[in-house]
């Protein structure tokens, strides 16, 4: 019978993909996954706060029942056979709905992973006829009904349950200052006294507004559109009442060789931040409109990316920045902050946002998460 060669050869598969991906989380280093990256998808999932099932790594309790079925195969038992299939379908249905719906990011690791449990599945039911069914009266009987209800306590504790953080808080020495009366906008002091002027730099919302955010962010960094999107409710609850500073730091390690991120993730994030900078130098009140359209999903490629921008600021006025050295200087300087930040921090994930009251915020958190931490810094009124 070849079905336990090929169960134990996909058995093996699923539980090599469960301890790699549970031993990176366990050590903290969801960022080096290989072929991803910070602000990847496999980052973003495996840094999510689906990824734990009260404390422990989801990809932990799946190796624990891939190493399991290894052993059921040299003992087959219907009941059992049946129990695995009915816990790797269902986890594997209820993962991926939570990939496309709820955290809305894709990890190839991960649907590997599932994939083969579903094959593996499959390959159960249909070994069910050639395996011996127990004597009535044993308890193994009931391993089906136990797996629906592990299936059911999974997804009660991880929805109801306690949730793990989906992002650090470190501190940061800023300091905020008035311009003279003759200057627009508003300085910052951060990174050992590296000054920032809000009316010099691309921003949203007013030069002089009361509070100032400033946010390192790339293009193709899906937690960074997602904070992205925090920072419009903000501005629609809170009109007038924030700078944000946005300084581009692109992820792609051909103008970052701070980042993590390996292979081909993030490509094409220097040239959009480039481009974000130049439509800045040619057209500072028409760059909001040019930060949207760069925010795109998927990631815009080049070419579409120039032809979007050019057609809001002007083609012959994009050229002409593009030329301007301030435009390479600031996303070196942007770069090289993040790798300040990065080191602080020790984590490469993006964004970084740097609230006046010294608190960092480096990956992804939750909108609840983010609008605490923008109470607490600014003492905002509910």
């Known amino acids: 019978m070849k079905s336990p060669w090929i169960l134990r050869f996909l058995t093996l598969a699923g539980l090599g993909i469960c301890s790699y991906l549970g031993g990176l989380k366990l050590a903290g280093k969801t960022t080096s996954l290989a072929g991803c ?6 980052s973003n999932v495996l840094g999510s706060e689906w990824s734990q099932f009260f404390g422990i790594p989801v990809s932990v309790l ?3 029942v891939y190493l399991a079925l290894l052993i059921t195969t040299f003992r087959p038992s219907r009941p059992l056979y049946l129990a695995f299939a009915i816990c790797l379908t269902g986890a594997a249905l209820w993962f991926i709905g939570l990939l496309y719906l709820t955290i809305k990011s894709v990890c190839p690791w991960c649907l590997a992973m599932h994939t083969i449990g579903i094959v593996t599945s499959i390959i159960l039911v249909l070994s069910l006829h050639r395996v011996p069914a127990p004597h ?9 009904a136990a797996a629906i209800a592990a299936l059911l306590a999974l997804a009660l504790g991880q929805a109801l349950g306690p949730k793990s ?12 200052e008035d311009l003279s009366p003759r200057k627009a906008g508003r300085e910052v002091r951060i990174l050992n006294g590296k000054r920032y002027s809000t009316a010099d730099l691309p921003h949203l919302g007013p030069p002089n507004a009361e509070h100032v ?9 899906s937690s960074c559109l997602r904070v992205h999107e925090y920072l419009h409710k903000i501005e629609n609850k809170y009109p ?13 390690q051909s103008c970052n060789p701070y980042s993590p991120a390996r292979g081909t993730k993030h490509q094409h994030g220097c040239v959009l931040s480039l481009l974000s900078l130049a439509a800045w130098r040619a057209a500072p009140d028409r760059w909001p409109e040019v930060h949207e359209q760069l925010f795109a999903s998927p990631t815009l490629l080049p070419e579409v990316a120039e032809a979007a921008v050019g057609q809001i600021v ?11 050295p301030w435009v ?9 902050d993040y790798g300040q930040l990065a080191r602080s921090t020790r984590i490469g994930a993006m964004p970084k946002v740097v609230f006046m009251n010294g608190q960092v915020l480096s990956g992804e958190p939750r909108e609840e998460d983010f609008l605490k931490a923008l109470n607490n810094a600014y003492k905002l009124s509910k």
Do not use: M
């Open 328 to 336: 390479e200087k600031q996303l070196k300087s942007g770069v090289a």
């Open 136 to 144: 009535p009266t044993t308890p193994i009987r009931f391993a089906p």
């Open 62 to 64: 799946a190796g624990a």
């Open 240 to 252: 007038g009442a924030f700078c944000t500073i946005l300084l581009p730091a692109p992820l792609e």
């Open 37 to 42: 990256g910070a602000g990847s998808g496999c």
């Open 314 to 324: 002007g083609f012959e006025e994009l050229e002409n920045a593009l030329k301007d």
């Open 213 to 221: 955010i400033i946010k390192y962010f790339d293009y193709t960094c």
């Open 165 to 176: 953080e989906t992002h650090t808080v470190t501190e940061e020495v800023v300091e905020l």
